[in-house]
């Protein structure tokens, strides 16, 4: 707190600043380990991780908040000394590669299996596991039954049923589906590789090298020029805002807008996966989830250890209280997943189900930046220009393909 | 003729106002108002509240991140017409064999974008300790290639029969530019000052990294959290943003007359 | 040797700070061009010049720079053109002078993220109420999502628009002082010749007056055109990352050195070398074109 207290000085306007008190409320001196969160939207979230991290007697833990643009400003930081000591994130093949991140098998104990595999898995590189699970975020497609029943239209169950909806639930001041102000591109990238029963990345070789792929996204770019997307609306596809205020009769968006879609539709509505391309393919969910590690360069990694040990895995009412008290997300632990009563009915326990059935990692460890960047840019351009599909995944593939083959051999 | 510039100038203030009018309009109404499919030119009724929610809402430190711009800028602007003005002075009037070379390599670094050196930057300064520190926020921005190189040329034009009277009465380089040019060139450093105080209220990217810790948070990250936060108060927003460019609404109106008449002695004609 | 001291005391202590502050990240940053940096900034893996060759042959990266000289060649003369007419409006008129030159000047005082954040989501929103769909309502016609379309690529109006805002004010004002410092015996002289008061006198006295200031305001235009950042970064990109259209070399090197996922900071350093020295071969051309 160095800078505050300079600041102070500095600023001559102390009683000013008296009243906006501290977060906290301790002078640190270097001696406190350093845990970094991003900025959850949810209230409360804040005031949480810090009462966890003050109710922690061993070491002096000192939260950081960290709004804006979290993942450049995590990477920025973990190159220099001045780091954190403990950080949220999910893990990456590049920073496991380079010795950033300090594995934490032997944090686990007994509770390894306690954990849902198919999370553990998003957090595992070589082997070795590198994240904590603290909280499993997934995504859905929302739609509004009364308008369903209005215009005769059943939930879809497959990518052209999806179209078809969409365009018949096009009307008046409605468009039929909100997925983005990209127009889609972005988030339903992935469902529409997995609805064709391909992946991103595939037992180390490109997952979407197929001309079947093409086809998959060339349905997105139907969609996009089907007239019946929401675009451009003030708040993005992370928001509720444009299903609840009535603009569209789907919504592509987050089991996090649960409470938000409750309080203000009541039981109008219904949660369904991203449907399946045809026979072969299959519905999906993207799922992820932010894991407490260990930054490597920490100069006191065995208290950092015990601490993410203490937080995330003994005390399990602190994962509860986390995953279920402000936002709504689903506990990465079964035993406190299966006991949430928050879970068990309504769309929260259709999205455990898909969770269960139908879940696809959405930033598995291996799909690094440059795989990530030709692949949107290619839907993009397919999408948002009507570049064609079959040049365009061709290109992405191949700069996938070398850059696993850098990574793997 | 003179209609029609009245005319043309009237139009273009119009266009020029209307995201000032946007601004207040969105954080002054309530999000059901400005989300309304017909349009409202001003809120039905003006949602002080929106002031108290603002200034109390926890994640977003408003008061003490607008403190902490003001001391960053004030504490750059000085810094850089201490340390520009002195550099610009000795290159453009003292003799010296390798000043060109000196010159040279200041004006290199304008071509240079900030962004591309921006890690290695990062890592220096954190290697110094000075992450979520004053020191980190305010020091590096203040050895500017763009001010030293302005000042440079402006004291080019200087009158050089001032220095010499002064030179007469027995001052040296030392003497001559704090008792003699300094004081003959109020205007060129206030203007300079002004744009020093706005580059550094507004610049964004490096606090964003830099101040880490909430409490030593800049204005424009303040701001940011409420563009990145999963749930975005677009009345909020705006009132922010209304809010954080006060201040330098208030200079500028102030001193534009000054800013005019700094620019007019600048070097920049030769 | 007396001088050499006096240089260094008024220069030293800039210079130690831009040595330090500025020259060993740049310094720093050619040296990470030749080696493989991927998550590091203390390689040991040296490359050559494979990465340069890479960012050469790489499309996104010289499509990026392609779209950017045809945004430079675009925006640089119009910022020039409408900069100077404000000048010449604001510098004719007695009644009201002030304030239309502070009304001008004034959005220089927004930084970009709240410029941004007004266009995209009070103008340029692609919904009913926003301020441009509200007027085409007016007009009857159909909303546009402005910043979405790629075909007419109207997120070029939205950004263009923004950028002639916010800068506008700041070269207008650089030229009422640079037409200030113009002679009025000039201006007398051409008239007792028989010159017109409009065209004649602005051709063939204040553009020609004007030349040093017209010299620097285009070098400023040029470097802020290829330098392009903020407000694309804040209008276009989103959580999901930046979309494959007018895309700045920059936020592709920025991406591409801090992206999720992996920061390559060879390429991102070569990527920048490269668009250094574009920029200083595009400074040095126009140097050359105008003062011919």
């Known amino acids: 707190m160095i800078s505050r207290r300079r600041l102070l000085s500095l600023a001559g306007a102390s009683a000013l600043l008296a009243a906006c008190g501290s977060n906290t409320g301790r002078g640190g001196n270097g001696q406190a380990l350093k845990q970094w969160y991003h900025a959850y939207g949810e209230p409360g979230v804040q005031q949480a991780v810090e009462r966890y991290a003050k109710s922690y007697t061993k070491t002096q833990v000192d939260v950081q908040w960290n709004p804006g643009d979290y993942d450049s400003k995590l990477a920025t930081s973990l190159l220099s000394d001045g780091g954190p000591d403990v950080f949220e994130s999910t893990p990456q093949i590049s920073s496991v590669r380079a010795g950033q991140l300090v594995p934490l098998d032997d944090v686990f104990g007994d509770a390894k299996s306690d954990f849902s595999e198919s999370i553990l898995a998003t957090h595992t590189v070589d082997g070795k596991i590198y994240g904590v699970p603290q909280a499993v975020d997934m995504q859905m497609l929302f739609y509004r039954k009364s308008f369903f029943d209005q215009a005769g239209v059943r939930p879809p169950s497959t990518v052209d049923e999806l179209i078809d909806a969409s365009r018949r639930l096009t009307k008046g001041g409605v468009k039929g589906l909100f997925a983005g102000n990209d127009g889609g591109g972005g988030v339903l990238g992935g469902p529409a590789l997995w609805s064709a029963g391909l992946d991103y990345v595939r037992d180390h070789q490109v997952g979407f090298d197929d001309p079947v792929a093409a086809q998959a996204i060339g349905k997105l770019r139907e969609l996009y020029t089907s007239d019946s997307l929401l675009l451009g609306a003030v708040k993005d596809w992370a928001e509720p805002d444009a299903f609840t205020q009535g603009l569209v009769a789907m919504q592509w968006t987050g089991l996090w807008t649960v409470p938000a879609i409750q309080k203000a539709l009541g039981d109008d509505f219904g949660v369904l996966p991203f449907p399946k391309l045809t026979g072969n393919g299959k519905p999906s969910v993207p799922v992820g989830a932010f894991g407490a590690m260990v930054n490597a360069k920490s100069k006191r990694i065995n208290e950092a250890k015990e601490f993410v040990r203490w937080l995330w895995i003994e005390r399990t009412d602190h994962q509860e209280d986390f995953n279920l008290s402000y936002g709504f997300h689903i506990p990465p632990r079964k035993s406190i997943a299966g006991k949430a009563s928050k879970l068990t009915s309504g769309a929260a326990a259709d999205a455990v189900k898909f969770v269960q059935d139908n879940a696809k990692a959405s930033n598995p460890p291996d799909w690094t930046s440059v795989m990530r960047t030709a692949f949107n840019d290619a839907v993009s351009r397919v999408v948002r220009d009507g570049a064609p599909a079959d040049a365009e995944i061709k290109g992405a593939a191949q700069k996938a393909r070398d850059e696993l083959k850098r990574l793997y051999g | ?252 109106v102030a001193l534009q007359r000054f800013l005019v008449r700094g620019v007019t002695e600048t070097g920049i004609k030769d | ?116 954040l007004v266009w995209k989501l009070s103008i340029f929103n692609g919904v009913r109420f ?153 400074t040095l051309l126009q140097g050359r074109v105008i003062t011919r």
């Open chain 3, 130 to 282: 926003g301020l441009a769909n509200t007027v085409l309502g007016w007009f009857g016609a159909e909303p546009i999502a402005w910043t979405v379309s790629t075909s007419p690529p109207w997120y070029w109006l939205v950004l263009v628009t923004l950028r002639l805002w916010l800068q506008l004010g700041f070269y207008m004002i650089l030229f009422i002082a640079g037409l200030q410092r113009i002679p009025q015996h000039l201006y007398e002289a051409a008239w007792i010749d028989g010159a017109s008061r409009g065209w004649q006198t602005l051709r063939y006295i204040t553009l020609p007056q004007l030349r040093t200031t017209s010299v620097a305001v285009l070098l400023l235009l040029l470097i802020a055109a290829y330098q392009a950042f903020d407000e694309f970064y804040n209008v276009l990109g989103t959580d999901r990352g930046y979309p494959p259209f007018a895309r700045p070399p920059l936020i592709y090197l920025y991406y591409t050195a801090l992206g999720s996922g992996g920061q390559d900071f060879g390429h991102g350093s070569a990527g920048a070398v490269i668009l250094t020295l574009l920029i200083a071969g595009v």
């Open chain 3, 1 to 116: 040797m007396r001088h050499g001291r006096a240089f260094w005391l008024f220069v030293g202590p800039f210079a130690i700070g831009l040595l330090v502050f500025v020259y060993v990240p740049i310094a720093w940053s050619l040296l990470l061009s030749f080696f493989d940096a991927r998550n590091t900034v203390t390689p040991t893996e040296f490359v050559g010049l494979r990465n340069y060759v890479d960012m050469l042959t790489d499309a996104p990266f010289l499509r990026s720079l392609g779209t950017f000289s045809v945004f430079a060649a675009f925006i640089v003369p119009l910022t020039f053109v409408l900069a100077l007419a404000l000048a010449l409006l604001v510098n004719q008129i007695s009644f009201m002078k002030a304030f239309f030159r502070s009304v001008f000047f004034l959005p220089t005082a927004c930084s970009y993220v709240v410029a941004s």
């Open chain 2, 1 to 252: 003729m003179r209609v029609a510039r009245y005319l043309a100038l009237s139009m273009a203030a119009v266009l020029f106002l209307i995201p000032f009018y946007l601004v207040l309009r969105n954080g002054l109404a309530t999000e059901q108002e400005i989300t309304a499919p017909t349009w409202t030119f001003w809120p039905s009724e003006i949602r002080w509240e929106n002031f108290a929610e603002l200034f109390s809402n926890p994640a977003v430190p408003m008061v003490r991140s607008m403190v902490n711009s003001l001391v960053v800028a004030v504490l750059q602007t000085f810094g850089q017409l201490l340390l520009c003005g002195l550099a610009g002075y000795g290159l453009a009037r003292i003799p010296y064999r390798y000043a060109n070379v000196v010159l040279y390599l200041v004006i290199a670094t304008l071509m240079i974008p900030a962004a591309v050196t921006f890690v290695p930057t990062f890592v220096v300064v954190s290697t110094l300790g000075w992450v979520s520190d004053l020191r980190g926020l305010v020091i590096p921005g203040l050895f500017s290639g763009f001010t030293t190189f302005l000042f440079r040329q402006y004291f080019l034009n200087f009158p050089r029969e001032l220095e010499e009277a002064a030179r007469i009465d027995g001052l040296g380089h030392w003497g001559t530019y704090w008792r003699v040019v300094v004081p003959n060139s109020k205007g060129f450093f206030a203007a300079l000052g002004v744009i020093a105080f706005v580059t550094s209220w507004n610049q964004f990217l490096w606090p964003l990294v830099i101040a880490q810790d909430q409490d030593s948070w800049t204005v424009q990250v303040a701001l940011s959290t409420f563009l990145t936060s999963q749930s975005i108060d677009v009345v909020q927003l705006f009132l922010a943003a209304a809010v954080s460019i006060t201040p330098l609404v208030v200079v500028f």
